[in-house]
């Protein structure tokens, strides 16, 4: 069984109307269990929409979506996916551990069993200290890892993110990509991820679905299989370089060759 | 939420020189220009009648002062009531604000006259009544707005927890609405007062300080006047400081309204 | 933008509906309600329901094609309408004066912040000073004041009391709007060697345009309960706020009387306010706007 499914999608917006949009056109993707899925595009091209379809935050026009075998809206009742958006969105009048606790409220869950997975996976991003924080006592960063911990905190088998580490500088954006790998490795998660940044794609995914717009669509899948242990080196290696080409070149609508494509000058 | 002393004499000491300077301004021109009170008391002069009279200011501010405090009261009740009505019920909000768009620009004061007619002479009720309409209104549009201004990113969060509208409401839309509901506050408190003050000039019972101060100028009694009138202000700036302590008291993290983004 | 007109011409229906549906309410009190008033838990709270304290809504609509006294032919909705007129012109003068003494403060204070912290607190103090108080001040000072061949006229002590209630909200709308300029543009500024005046003129004013709508919105308000306020402690005549106190005075007699002026202050409020919104409109046209109640 697949984490997702997506079979004939189409997506419209004020349709019948003068500004209607086509925002997503005959897409089908199919993500395993275990997949890092990256979502590349220039805007318009429907990556967030795509994602907001597999939530359930949008209802397709045409095709159907499956989670986890089941149709997506199914899937969100029964919270099998956890979501992480560019901004943080921590409630600013909760603390940290209540912001994490707040699926688990919605859950019915009890104080003490919440209270127990909240240090858990506030251990998992590495931030235990401070649960009794607010999150404007955080930095950009810490509050993004407070949301993927939201995310993860009610075990979900697939992660949704769109740009989350957007607002972040570069060197705070490396560090946290680092942490996803390593959270996701340890829990085994599903991770479909939305970004701007061709090398962020690359390092994360184990595949880069590539998207371009007017109507929006999928126009390549690139597997990228540079092992599961990746670090620094990983990205000062050639082969990163070559498949960050391999991307940027399908971007600009050259089709993929496979390895051995020559180097471009930027 | 302590300060450092230094800061605390910074933030002082320019209301304090200018509060100062404008007294001493004030009395020595009376004294120079040799006023007569009816024409303009000397600040001495307000004092002395202020220490004098200070049993009967005291009386007087109590009677408009409870006027003040029980509109302040059910009309913040009233007000928070019909906000989260008009968050649930869309009709009863398009509805309702425009009208409250169109009270909020009419002198809606004049109404006591109408309201001291519907009741019996002697009976405080229309000034409370006018209080707790203006009150009403400040806090609805105040409060209706925090409920319904939500960041959008918490709405679709919640959407893909699959939450009922309650939770949405209990858990986003209401404390999003508290800081609202001190912003409102803050303007509704002293509102109250002024309002008490001027829904007894339109006759009814003469026990507040706005019918006492009218009674010392019709007598020319300007310096007793002046003191009554210092009892009102002191009532307002009470009212105010009491709603700031209050948001200070209730708001999480110490951070006030105007501090968020 | 048929969406906007559309909508607008939605919110003109609602508020009719709400209009009548208050007019509904009140019907509905006076069948139910208690004739000589009520108590609920013991307060006397209810208010009476007869046609001497709660007129029907057509008694107070059919009032105004009556004259004023009896015996006199003009009926009485010219005499309330030129009543509002009279205190339109002064709440007029008091938003103007008012408005010109809030700006210069708020230049003042945005200028120099040890005016800012030492003024603003006495600012939001003066506003707790009942006008009954200020009233007679002002009477009697203008009497006194004989600038060559000029004379205090009464009504101007009305239009003074007006810009008292009026200058608040722009001095601390304004001094918001002028001090949250954004730093990057502030440094643009400076990177020009612009002075102080230049980068008030050409960016801060600009800038501060749309706290200072939502704020004259206030000081139309604010002259407008000025000078009624006014009218009624210094007794002066012609204006809708010295009406209401005479009608008020006969209501046993002539119930329905005192809603004549009353709609008509009302009705005085709205233009005054709706001519800020119309110029608002107007001058922002151009501009993104944010959308509001």
Known sequence: MSAVEISRVSKSFNAGRADAVDALVDIDLTIEPGEVVSLIGPSGCGKSTALRLIANLLEPTRGEVLVNGKPARQARLDQDYGMAFQQAGLFDWRSVAQNIELPLELKGWDKARRRQRTLEVLELVKLPEFADHLPWQLSGGMQQRVAIARALAVHPPLLLMDEPFGALDEMTREHMQDELLRICGETSTTVVFVTHSIPEAVYLSTRVVVMSPRPGRITGTIDVDLGTGRDVETREATTFFEKVTEVREALRGIPATGSGVEAVDR | ?261 | MSGGLGRRIRRVWMFVLSLFLVALVWELYKWLGPQDGGTVFEWKLLPRANDRAMPHVWEMLSRYAEPERRGFDTPIIVVVLQGAWFSFRLALVGFAMGTLVGLGLAILMARFKVVERGLLPYLVISQTVPLIALAPLVVSWGGKLHIGEFEWPRWLSAAVLGAFLAFFPVAVGTLKGLTSTPPASLELMDSYAASWRQTLFKLRFPAAVPFMIPALRLAATASVIGVVVAEISTGLAGGVGRLIIEYAREATADPAKVYTAVFAAALLGMVMTGMVVLTDLVLMRNRPRETST
Not at chain 2, 8 to 33: D, M, N, Q, S
Not at chain 2, 200 to 228: K, P
């Open chain 2, 1 to 261: 939420m302590s300060r450092p002393p230094s800061s605390v004499f910074r933030v002082l000491w320019p209301p304090v020189v200018f509060g100062i300077a404008f007294l001493l301004l004030w009395e020595t021109a009376v004294k120079a220009f040799d006023l007569k009170p009816y024409f303009l008391p000397a600040p001495s002069q307000v004092w002395q009648q202020f220490r004098d009279n200070l049993d009967l200011i005291w009386e007087a501010a109590s009677v408009s002062g409870a006027n003040a405090l029980i509109g302040l009261l059910v009309g913040t009740a009233l007000g928070v009531a019909m906000s989260f009505a008009l968050a649930r019920y869309r009709l009863l909000n398009d509805l309702m604000s425009p009208l409250a768009v169109a009270l909020n620009a009419v002198p809606i004061f004049v109404l006591v006259a109408v309201f001291n007619n519907m009741f019996s002479i002697t009976s405080e009720v229309p000034r409370r009544l006018m209080v707790t309409l203006v009150v009403y209104f400040i806090v609805l549009v105040n409060v209706a707005r925090g409920l319904r201004e939500v960041s959008p990113t918490h709405l679709e969060l919640m959407r893909s927890y699959a939450a009922s509208e309650a939770a949405v409401l209990r858990k986003v839309r209401v404390p999003n609405a508290v800081p609202y509901l001190f912003t409102a506050l803050k303007i509704a408190a002293p509102a109250s007062v002024i309002t008490a003050f001027v829904s007894e000039y339109f006759g009814g019972s003469q026990n507040g300080l706005g019918s006492r101060i009218v009674g010392n100028i019709s007598i020319s009694d300007n310096a007793a006047a002046w003191a009554y009138v210092l009892g009102a202000c002191l009532l307002g700036l009470t009212f105010y400081l009491a709603a700031v302590a209050l948001e200070g008291a209730l708001t999480p993290g110490g951070k006030r309204a105007e501090d968020r983004a």
